[in-house]
């Protein structure tokens, strides 16, 4: 060691710190080539670093060194030495930065070792403890640090993986920073010129700053990055490891998207929809947002502007030459640019969704169940952009339940002479086929969308139209009942006049709980059911307010019964005013309410239904 003895301060790593290196020493991790990578993206932060204060400040050390990372190795020593010329770190910057840095990064990815599954090697640079991996092939390390500050001192850090680490002066006139290495014996291989140049090709090539090596003039990484490389050369691997270096996300996308265009605005892309809606647990991902580069140099993290809300589930990497590269993050903002690579953007996402559906329906099943949700929401908030969306939405139908159809494939199988589009509102898949709304459509075999998630009733405020085709909802469509001429239906009707006074007895025991009691002709299989009155609010939006105010109370409604049940007529047949006629029109009513999923209180039907047991059993025993 160069530093004086007295010169040197001792120091102990915080218990997680400790716990992270233990860990890393003592695991066979099998791909401990990673910590190259992890050195060159520090090496490679701190020239950006450099490179933007240069922009503004005249008094910076070395200001003409040329920006770049210089590799040495020493077979005989084992000892690598990774030098930057990058912004560098005063004493209290490196005691902040590699003693007591990014604790709960180190708590997160300590829990993340528990699942057995991941490969953590791969992703450590995600948790901010990317520097530590070193350990994983260190004997011993040691970082001599010169500021980019002229006023600043040398400062040095050496560390063996135990719980201390040492502070002191040293001996570097040059801005900067060395990270020298003794390779552990088992890790002798990484001492070898060829197999770091491996390295660097296989994680490391896009660093955009030169990498020297040895004596050599030439760098070893061809200095572009992987969204500035042509398609037809990157790999599927390439862009899959990318996708976990910027998401933390250890499952393969669902999908990419890499864009170059020229016009009407230059621009780079790879963007990513991810298999999953959820971002991982161990996600440090905060917030949604795309990386805005300038000319590979990072000037936002998370922006939001580059694509509407209804697609924040999309992730990546834009860059474009057109940004000032001196600019700061508000000037992004108000230069007209943003416009119109959003609309670049967008048009290119909702173009390889529509791809993906056409030519991959397993994978558009996928994303259709882990982000339809969004955009519904798009349609909902966004009406100007409802002719993107309205082709990539997806239904289940009373006619196929179990599969997802387009509006066009609706309209496709369209009966003749239909003109509307159908759809039922309800609480789940299963009783939403069970409403007696979708008796008429059933008979006569009129498919009807099925919407049963609680962003459809947001979706329908925006989704009026489709293709000059009204979507109706069943239990409002004004339908041509005429169209079947049921005469048996005609014939099995309770009599008008029995039928008026089977109305008032409903009125009767309903009172102020309904509207009215009428008959309807679109009842079969159903004994009755819940119409809204003329002008009151509609269904669908009470279905919205409903989900945004918990207090909001439901209308009432007109209860409209089927003249041809055989229920009814039996009911009448009952002696007027018994409790047992009573209590069944009470739960004619109940049932029509919960096949609305409207009912108040489920439970508290119990008894009277038991009444009912009661009645039915004694009728057939006595
Ligand atoms: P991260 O890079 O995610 O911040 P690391 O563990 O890789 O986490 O590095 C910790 C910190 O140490 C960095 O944020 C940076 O401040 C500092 N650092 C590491 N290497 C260098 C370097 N070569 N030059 C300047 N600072 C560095
Ligand atoms: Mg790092």
């Keep these: 060691m160069t530093d004086t003895d007295n010169a040197l301060q001792q120091f102990t790593f915080k218990a997680e710190t400790k716990q992270l290196l233990n860990i890393l020493i003592h695991s066979l991790y099998k791909d401990r080539e990673v910590f190259l990578r992890e050195l060159l993206s520090n090496a490679s932060d701190a020239l950006n670093r450099l490179r933007f204060e240069m922009v503004t400040n005249q008094n910076v050390?070395?200001?003409?060194?040329?920006?770049?990372?210089?590799?040495?190795?020493?077979?005989?020593?084992?000892?690598?030495?990774?030098?930057?010329?990058?912004?560098?770190?005063?004493?209290?910057?490196?005691?902040?930065?590699?003693?007591?840095?990014?604790?709960?990064?180190?708590?997160?990815?300590?829990?993340?070792?528990?699942?057995?599954?991941?490969?953590?090697?791969?992703?450590?640079?995600?948790?901010?403890?990317?520097?530590?991996?070193?350990?994983?092939?260190?004997?011993?390390?040691?970082?001599?640090?010169?500021?980019f500050d002229p006023q600043a001192e040398a400062v040095s850090w050496y560390a063996t993986g135990d719980d201390n680490y040492q502070i002191g002066k040293a001996e570097m006139s040059e801005r900067g920073t060395r990270v020298e290495i003794k390779l552990k014996e088992d890790a002798a291989e990484f001492a070898e010129e060829y197999r770091l140049k491996n390295i660097i090709h296989k994680h490391s090539d896009y660093i955009g700053f030169p990498i020297y090596m040895g004596d050599g003039q030439e760098t070893v990484n061809k200095q572009t990055s992987l969204w500035r490389t042509s398609r037809q050369v990157v790999t599927d691997e390439q862009y899959k490891e990318f996708y976990r270096q910027t998401t933390l996300d250890f499952e393969d996308p669902l999908s990419h998207i890499h864009i170059s265009t020229d016009a009407p605005v230059q621009l780079y892309a790879l963007l990513y929809i991810s298999s999953k809606a959820e971002r991982g647990m161990f996600s440090l991902r905060k917030e949604d947002g795309l990386k805005l580069y300038s000319?590979?140099?990072?000037?936002?993290?998370?922006?939001?502007?580059?694509?509407?809300?209804?697609?924040?589930?999309?992730?990546?990497?834009?860059?474009?030459?057109?940004?000032?590269?001196?600019?700061?993050?508000?000037?992004?903002?108000?230069?007209?640019?943003?416009?119109?690579?959003?609309?670049?953007?967008?048009?290119?996402?909702?173009?390889?969704?529509?791809s993906l559906a056409k030519n991959n329906a397993e994978k558009y099943q996928i994303f259709w169940q882990e982000f339809g949700a969004y955009l519904k929401q798009g349609i909902a908030s966004a009406p100007m952009e409802t002719e993107n969306i309205n082709p990539l939405l997806r239904f289940k139908t009373n006619q196929h339940p179990e599969a997802w159809s387009s509006l066009d494939e609706y309209i496709s199988r369209m009966q003749e002479g239909q003109k509307e589009i159908y759809y039922i509102v309800g609480e789940d898949p299963r009783s939403v086929?069970?409403?007696?709304?979708?008796?008429?459509?059933?008979?006569?075999?009129?498919?009807?969308?099925?919407?049963?998630?609680?962003?459809?009733?947001?979706?329908?405020?925006?989704?009026?139209?489709?293709?000059?085709?009204?979507?109706?909802?069943?239990?409002?469509?004004?339908?041509?009942?005429?169209?079947?001429?049921?005469?048996?239906?005609?014939?099995?009707?309770?009599?008008?006049?029995?039928?008026?006074?089977?109305?008032?007895?409903?009125?009767?025991?309903?009172?102020?709980r309904v509207t009215d009691v009428r008959a309807s002709s679109r009842l079969y299989q159903s004994v009755a059911r819940l119409a809204d009155a003329d002008g009151t609010v509609n269904a669908d939006l009470q279905r919205v307010y409903r989900y945004l105010g918990k207090e909001y109370e439901i209308p009432k409604k007109i209860l409209e019964l089927n003249p041809a049940h055989a229920v009814l007529k039996n009911l009448l047949k009952l002696e007027a005013g018994t409790e047992l006629q009573n209590i069944i029109i009470e739960q004619i009513y109940d049932s029509a309410l919960l096949v609305e999923g409207l009912h108040p209180d489920p439970s508290s039907m119990a008894s009277r239904v038991q009444q009912i047991i009661e009645a039915a059993l004694e009728k057939h025993s006595g």
């Design 61 to 147: 050390l070395d200001s003409t060194a040329e920006l770049s990372i210089h590799i040495k190795t020493d077979k005989d020593t084992r000892i690598i030495t990774i030098q930057d010329t990058g912004i560098g770190m005063n004493r209290d910057e490196v005691i902040e930065n590699l003693g007591t840095i990014a604790q709960s990064g180190a708590r997160k990815f300590l829990d993340a070792t528990k699942d057995q599954k991941v490969d953590l090697t791969q992703v450590i640079g995600q948790f901010g403890v990317g520097f530590y991996s070193v350990f994983m092939v260190a004997e011993w390390v040691r970082v001599t640090s010169h500021s």
């Design 295 to 354: 000319r590979n140099i990072l000037i936002d993290e998370y922006n939001k502007d580059l694509l509407p809300e209804y697609l924040r589930f999309v992730q990546g990497v834009v860059d474009s030459e057109d940004l000032p590269l001196n600019v700061s993050r508000e000037t992004v903002q108000s230069s007209g640019l943003m416009p119109k690579l959003k609309k670049v953007l967008t048009n290119q996402v909702i173009r390889e969704l529509e």
């Design 433 to 512: 086929l069970r409403s007696p709304h979708l008796d008429y459509f059933h008979s006569q075999g009129t498919e009807v969308l099925l919407l049963t998630d609680p962003m459809d009733s947001f979706m329908l405020m925006g989704l009026r139209k489709f293709k000059d085709l009204e979507l109706k909802n069943v239990s409002q469509a004004d339908v041509d009942t005429m169209q079947k001429p049921k005469e048996e239906a005609e014939a099995v009707k309770i009599p008008d006049a029995d039928f008026n006074s089977l109305v008032d007895l409903f009125k009767q025991v309903l009172g102020e």
